[in-house]
């Protein structure tokens, strides 16, 4: 890390005076007075399911609209952008691993791999080769099998299908990536293996990680662990 950056250039998440409540609901769901992640930082967000972890993400890349306080991401205020400039600020900037993978069945591997070059010209233009090429260097190095890269990504194992929504949201060198309980369907060992693998991607590729999960046992290798029932004065209330 560079640590001549001045601390709010440092800052990749800060929130301030966050509330959140979801449609017809009586009470806030997430009440966050402040939370700042910095650049290159791994960070574990916990708690147990339900208490607004998944809403959270959905915050930070924009899905959803905070009604009141700031959510700055890489210094943008992303509550002020139009819809189609937030698709396209977390298009350039946010690789996504979600819980379910969301991966193209009828899609190869590899055309999985290079979809956000397609929807970003920015992540397409930081690629040091072809999408093609850096797709099969990400999932050499993420360990996946080179027989299985021009197969439909429905063929492939939970483990292997991990790895492919992993090198999705690294390619193009995202500045942020997020990933929401993407090892529950793991057991224990290759969690943990699979953790270190995409810390070590995410560090050749300077980004900073924020990885979401109930699950306290992996909570040991981030730089952080935050707990999201203690920062949440909503969490009271659940």
Partial sequence: MD????????????????????????????????????????VFIKGPSGCGKSTLLGL?????????????VLGTDISTLTPSLRDKFRADNIGYIFQQFNLLPYLSVIENVILPCQFSSQRKKQLKQSPEQ??????????????LLD???????IGQQQRVAAARALIGAPKLIIAD????ALDHENRSAFIELLMEQANLASSTLVFVSHDPTLEALFDRSVDLKQINEAGTHQ
């Fill in 3 to 42: 640590n001549t950056l001045s601390d709010t250039n440092n800052v990749v998440v800060n929130l301030t005076n966050l509330r959140f409540t979801w449609p017809n609901a009586s009470q806030a769901i997430l009440d966050i007075p402040e939370l700042s992640i910095h650049q290159q930082e791994h």
């Fill in 60 to 72: 930070l890349t924009g899905i959803n609209q905070v009604q009141d306080g700031q959510v700055e």
């Fill in 134 to 147: 850096e797709a099969r260097d990400l999932l050499a190095r993420l360990h996946l099998p080179k027989d």
């Fill in 151 to 157: 197969k439909p990504v429905i063929e492939l194992s």
């Fill in 181 to 184: 309980e993407p090892t529950s």
